[in-house]
């Protein structure tokens, strides 16, 4: 599948789990949030680029790294789609991941 094209569908609710660590960054020191925002984009991009890379948490979620920041970038691949379920922080238990997917698919 390395010519495959795919589509990659970012659930609402991602969005919010950014958009709270953007906030919590941007309290932090001013600009830092944008930094976060951009590197959060920039794993979107990674996944859709290269899909099968990343390491499973458990079977069918992968996860991403998110470059310089203590996040990862949760997803599941479906032929030719991925859907991106959750950003969260490293820390948090994998029981977030085992909610959104019971929502999210």
Known sequence: MTNTVFE???KPIVFLDAEEAVKYYEK???GLGKRFYDGFLFA???IEKKPFVHSYI???VRRYKVKKFPYKVFYII???TIFIIGVAHAKRSNAF???RLRFSL
């Open 44 to 46: 979107l991009t990674e």
């Open 8 to 10: 990659v569908i970012v």
């Open 28 to 30: 932090k020191l001013v």
């Open 97 to 99: 991941v085992k909610r």
């Open 78 to 80: 479906e032929n030719t």
């Open 58 to 60: 458990q079977p069918p």
